[in-house]
Structures are given as structure tokens and as C-alpha cells.
Nanobody
């Protein structure tokens, strides 16, 4: 099992920045990729960014050039630096982990609210 704890959400004005953190514990040796998803009310959860154990990254088109995902393996922590935030980025953000042997993100954090005011 893997436990994920997010932090860093909050309220920010449009154009501002926030950094989300996600600390992993438990069977961390099993983690292949980690990612950030977000959930808008009434919609399905969407992938924002992901990073593999080797450091390869991918981003949703809507956040490319504004968000950066990074990973500190020594601290078992993944970060999401969010710059130039827009009101449409307002959502609950979830950290997720995908085991090496799986193709899906099986472990989830509790979520952290990000609110961007106009």
C-alpha cells in the first residue's frame, strides 16, 4: 500500500502562483509514476501532469507552459508548481501514484482545494 498526503492548496488571485506537494509513504518502492489530477464539479477527474520514475513528464494542454511537475525521490515527494493561474484552474487537486506493474493510478491522496479568484 502507498499513502499520499497533499499540501499547498489555497486561494490565490488570477496570475498568481501556488505549489502543491505530495508526500508518499508505505510501499514507495512499487511506485512507477506519480501524477496530479484535478476534479471540476460535475465533471470527470482529469490528468494535469505526470512524471515517471525516470523523470519523463507529460502535461494536459491546458496547463502546458504554466505548470511544472517535479519529483524529489530522496524525499518521496512530488510537486506541482502552478504559475499564471486562471479562474478556470479552480478545482480539487489530487495526487496519484501508479505502481510499476500497473497501467492505472491506483493510489490517491485526499485532495486539496485550489481556488483562483478573478
Amino acid at each position: 500500500q502507498v499513502q499520499l498526503v497533499e499540501s499547498g492548496g489555497g486561494l490565490v488571485q488570477a496570475g498568481g502562483s501556488l505549489r502543491l506537494s505530495c508526500a508518499a509513504s508505505g510501499s514507495i518502492f512499487s511506485i512507477g509514476a506519480m501524477g496530479w489530477y484535478r476534479h471540476f464539479p460535475g465533471k470527470q477527474r482529469e490528468l494535469v501532469a505526470a512524471i515517471t520514475s525516470g523523470g519523463s513528464t507529460n502535461y494536459a494542454d491546458s496547463v502546458k507552459g504554466r505548470f511544472t511537475i517535479s519529483r524529489d525521490n530522496a524525499k518521496n515527494t512530488v510537486y506541482l508548481q502552478m504559475n499564471s493561474l486562471k479562474p478556470e484552474d479552480t478545482a480539487v487537486y489530487y495526487c496519484a501514484a501508479r505502481p510499476h506493474y500497473r497501467s492505472t493510478f491506483d493510489y490517491w491522496g485526499q485532495g486539496t482545494q485550489v481556488t483562483v479568484s478573478s
